[in-house]
């Protein structure tokens, strides 16, 4: 008895462990390309346009995004209200705070990045990249810092809609992928249907 248990544990196990790490390389194909293209705009933009200048279009955040708007595209976290809402909700706090308390980077960088999570919450726009926008305001560079509240609309605004109108495209491609989800009541319905 306990010789038939134990093979009918493994057999479970075993599919369990195989249903969860099958490779889905459709799936992987278009985030790699999603993403590519929209940093690649980005980057793009940046080396073309603002090499010679103070201007920064890249910022880390971004890369976390990708992520989320082109990896996980059914994800709450990754629509475009929380996409396009949380960077700029998070770089208005971030360069904020870095105004108020430009000196005492222990309190500035904590306080940017908590006060950005309760107003995204408060927003209904929580996209966990907008903590490290919110931070690099901050914490920032001499380049950043001199952007000031333009920060927010440049490299952050332009950004996340470069990102965006990336994901938009390519999310939508085959019929297996649809961006953005509609959420209706405790479900969540994919767009068009």
């Known amino acids: 008895m306990p010789v038939k248990r134990i093979k009918r544990t493994y057999r479970k196990t075993k599919y369990v462990l195989y249903k969860e790490t099958l490779v889905d390389f459709t799936e992987h194909f278009w985030a790699f390309i999603g ?3 929209g940093m690649g705009i980005i980057a793009f933009l940046q080396y073309k346009t603002f090499s010679n200048t103070d201007m920064v279009l890249l910022i880390g955040s971004f890369g976390a995004s990708c992520v989320l708007v082109y990896g996980v595209i059914q994800s709450p976290l990754a629509q475009p209200r929380n996409l396009i809402g949380g960077h700029v909700v998070s770089a208005l ?21 908590s006060l950005s999570i309760v107003l995204m919450q408060i927003t209904k726009t929580l996209h966990p990249p907008g903590g490290a926008t919110a931070l690099i305001a901050a914490t920032a560079s001499p380049q950043i810092k001199s952007l000031g509240y333009f920060y927010v609309i440049s490299p952050v ?3 996340a809609l470069i990102l965006l109108v990336t994901a938009l495209i390519f999310n939508n491609l085959t019929s297996k992928r649809s961006y953005p989800t509609k959420k209706i009541g405790k479900r969540q319905l994919t767009k068009g249907k």
Do not use: E, M, R, Y
Request: proline residues 7%; glycine residues 8%; neutral net charge.
């Open 35 to 37: 993403s590519f293209v």
């Open 93 to 113: 706090v971030g360069v904020t705070i870095q105004k108020l308390i430009p000196d005492i980077l222990w309190i500035a960088a904590p306080l940017a990045v």
């Open 157 to 159: 605004l332009s950004g």
